[in-house]
């Protein structure tokens, strides 16, 4: 994979470059913009709306464009670029069909707070509301999934709008903003003067946090018997996992991490209990019911998380540290509320934060829970179990891999058996929960990260959802290493088919999916396959062996489930623990 950033310009000689103020269109402000935003590259697909914008990328040998073979592609390597880099993930799509086929990648990354700028270009200012060729609305139709949008209506606004978008998308709650350029807009022609300076009136994020309630917070600890913190995604949004370790040393908490807060924590301490909720561990959901004090910390409560409410953490304080303030009391009424950015709250903590009173005792505790009920599963040398196979790839990449996966089984396998040593190496579709979404962001994480190994798991039902970007990892040699779980169902839905509704299977066979092996290599990419352990052993090593991108099909046992297990309507203690129980 050729590494473009080596010949990229800084912001700064970009901006020395266009000091002098000059008349473009507004197609040459759009690109300029993006560049003095620091963005590294975009990924899109062209069409009749913005073909100014693409004609304007013709020999901008500063600008750096991935031509992705779907708009939903795009989107989600963007997403997965973001959350792995830390910056804001950028896509570019046309008017219409372009644009509306990026609503679940907005949905996606909106869900999960994600920084991106979604660009659409649509029909010229002239025809907007005639039900013109290619029109859609689509600043209308994702006013609920953005955290902001702009319908430029005057390239004077541009440099402005395009400035206040990457401030707006990872200021605050992080989220995607859409501008929707239409195409006279993208031609018409002004005076270029780069922005700088940024004043939204009625945003302004708080992100210190009062200290007279982080105070409440630490006497709490103090007076605790039995706390637990519960660490989610605004820690590794923040970069506040040092200040998390930290913060667990000194008071000896122990800490579960929900399913987007992997890494945010590692998951080699001794004091981390493993993922909570429907499909979390024995020990995490135990303790959660048992805690005294539960101190959130950057997630939000999320219904597989809590499962039925009632009977949630039903002995404890609840502290809910979140920049959101919407998100605090909305699911779970909140005791300590904690409004501001976790890294400086937890900065602020740590100057005084003690011991918790009681730490060994509570640690002797979790411990034992630990040691009674771990991770485990019925091993064979006769099928291929999904679980080794995902102990496999975490024991040859050494848990160093950025981790992308789809949705589904293979998913909580993966959270539940990879472990984690680093914030933003997990990247998974959490709250929409969107298939298709694990190989093309693992496809903007190796964008992020050229020389670190990023490895795809999906399902062998999200993989063909967009499959067809494989033609870019060939034609770019982008390293992915994609591992398929194939067990030839919806293997999730299956499960819950099996469990739920009685064994009643409804529309879930597979069975007439594709030869992955043949499919990568008509793409140009290797593929490999593995029916038992040995073959397992040997491709996915040739494949992390080759320098460019690799697929390897993993065929599993059809009928193996996911415990433990929460079933709706029940409390987070109330697990289905399997065929090990």
Same mark, same amino acid.
């Given at each position: ?13 970009l901006?020395?470059k266009?000091m002098?103020?000059e008349?473009?269109?507004?197609s040459?402000?759009?690109l300029?913009?993006l560049l ?10 062209p069409?009749?709306a ?27 390597a963007a ?10 993930g ?5 008017s ?6 990026l609503?679940t990648?907005i949905?996606?990354?909106?869900m999960?707070s994600?920084?991106l700028?979604v ?11 005639t039900?013109? #060729?290619q /029109?859609?609305?689509i600043t ?8 902001h949008?702009y319908l ?11 400035h206040?978008a990457?401030?707006?998308?990872n ?6 903003v859409?501008?929707d ?5 993208s031609?018409?022609?002004?005076? #270029? ?31 605790s ?5 519960l660490a989610?995604a ?6 506040a996992?040092?200040?998390l370790? /930290? #913060? ?11 399913l ?26 135990n303790?959660?019911q048992?805690?005294?004090?539960l101190?959130?910390? +950057?997630a939000?409560?999320d219904?597989r998380?809590t499962m039925k409410? /009632?009977?949630?953490a039903?002995?404890?304080?609840i ?12 699911n ?8 501001g950015?976790?890294r400086?709250t937890?900065?602020? @903590?740590?100057k005084? @934060? ?5 730490a ?5 505790r979790?411990?034992?829970m630990k040691a009674?009920?771990?991770l485990r ?9 999904p ?8 024991d ?8 992308t996966?789809?949705?589904?089984q293979h998913q909580m396998w ?9 914030p933003r190496?997990?990247?998974?579709s959490?709250?929409l929960g969107?298939m298709?979404?694990g190989?093309?962001? @693992? ?16 399902g062998?039902? +999200?993989?063909?959802?967009c ?6 990892c060939?034609i ?18 299956r499960?819950?088919?099996?469990i739920?509704y009685?064994?009643?299977?409804s529309?879930i ?11 990568a290599? @008509?793409?140009?990419?290797? +593929?490999?396959?593995?029916?038992n352990?040995?073959?397992a052993e040997?491709?996915w090593?040739e494949?992390?062996?080759?320098? +460019?991108?690799?697929?390897v099909?993993f ?5 193996e ?6 079933t709706q ?12 129980e």
């Amino acid at each position: 994979m050729s590494s473009h950033r080596t010949a990229m310009r800084s912001k700064e000689e970009l901006r020395q470059k266009w000091m002098q103020p000059e008349v473009i269109t507004g197609s040459d402000i759009l690109l300029r913009s993006l560049l003095l935003e620091g963005v590294e590259c975009v990924f899109g697909y062209p069409g009749g709306a913005v073909l100014y914008i693409y004609d304007a990328m013709h020999g901008c040998e500063d600008f750096h464009h991935v031509l992705t073979r779907h708009e939903q592609g795009a989107i989600h390597a963007a997403d997965g670029y973001a959350r792995a880099s830390g910056k804001v993930g950028v896509c570019i799509a046309t008017s219409g069909p372009g644009a509306t086929n990026l609503v679940t990648g907005i949905a996606t990354a909106y869900m999960d707070s994600v920084p991106l700028v979604v660009i659409t270009g649509n029909v010229a200012t002239t025809l907007i509301g005639t039900d013109a #060729f290619q /029109e859609a609305d689509i600043t209308g139709i994702t006013m609920p999934i953005t955290k902001h949008s702009y319908l430029v209506r005057d390239v004077k606004d541009l440099p402005r709008v395009i400035h206040e978008a990457f401030h707006i998308a990872n200021t605050g709650r992080k989220g995607p903003v859409l501008i929707d350029i239409p195409k006279d807009v993208s031609a018409a022609k002004t005076l #270029f003067e780069p922005v700088s300076t940024v004043n939204i009136r009625g945003y302004n994020p708080n992100v210190q946090p009062n200290k007279y309630q982080v105070d409440k917070m630490l006497k709490a600890i103090e007076e605790s018997k039995s706390p637990v913190i519960l660490a989610g995604a605004g820690v590794i949004h923040s970069g506040a996992h040092e200040e998390l370790y /930290e #913060f667990v040393s000194k008071t000896q908490i122990p800490v579960t991490t929900t399913l987007l807060g992997l890494g945010g924590f590692p998951s080699g301490h001794d004091l981390w209990m493993g993922m909570p909720g429907m499909h979390g561990t024995y020990t995490a959901n135990n303790a959660i019911q048992q805690a005294d004090l539960l101190i959130n910390i +950057g997630a939000r409560f999320d219904d597989r998380v809590t499962m039925k409410l /009632e009977g949630f953490a039903p002995h404890a304080k609840i502290v809910h540290i979140d920049i959101d303030p919407a998100e605090i009391g909305k699911n779970v009424p909140t005791d300590i509320p904690i409004v501001g950015d976790i890294r400086t709250t937890l900065e602020l @903590a740590n100057k005084t @934060a003690a011991r918790a009173n009681h730490a060994d005792e509570w640690r002797v505790r979790i411990m034992q829970m630990k040691a009674d009920k771990p991770l485990r599963f019925i091993d064979s040398d006769e099928e291929l179990k999904p679980q080794w196979v995902i102990q496999l790839i975490n024991d040859t990449t050494k848990g160093e891999a950025i981790v992308t996966t789809d949705v589904g089984q293979h998913q909580m396998w993966s959270a539940q058996y990879y472990r984690f040593n680093h914030p933003r190496s997990w990247i998974t579709s959490g709250g929409l929960g969107t298939m298709g979404f694990g190989f093309p962001s @693992a496809i903007g994480a190796q964008m992020a990260f050229p020389d670190r190994t990023v490895v795809s798991i999906n399902g062998d039902g +999200g993989m063909q959802m967009c499959a067809q970007e494989l033609a870019i990892c060939a034609i770019n040699n982008i390293p992915v290493k994609v591992a398929i779980i194939n067990n030839r169902v919806l293997g999730m839905v299956r499960q819950w088919q099996e469990i739920i509704y009685d064994n009643r299977y409804s529309h879930i066979d597979l069975a007439g999916s594709p030869d992955f092996v043949k499919l990568a290599e @008509a793409y140009g990419v290797r +593929g490999f396959r593995a029916t038992n352990k040995e073959e397992a052993e040997q491709a996915w090593q040739e494949a992390l062996n080759t320098p +460019g991108p690799a697929v390897v099909e993993f065929v599993v046992r059809k009928h193996e489930n996911v415990y433990p297990m929460v079933t709706q309507g029940c409390t987070i203690d109330q697990m289905i623990m399997g065929d090990c129980e």
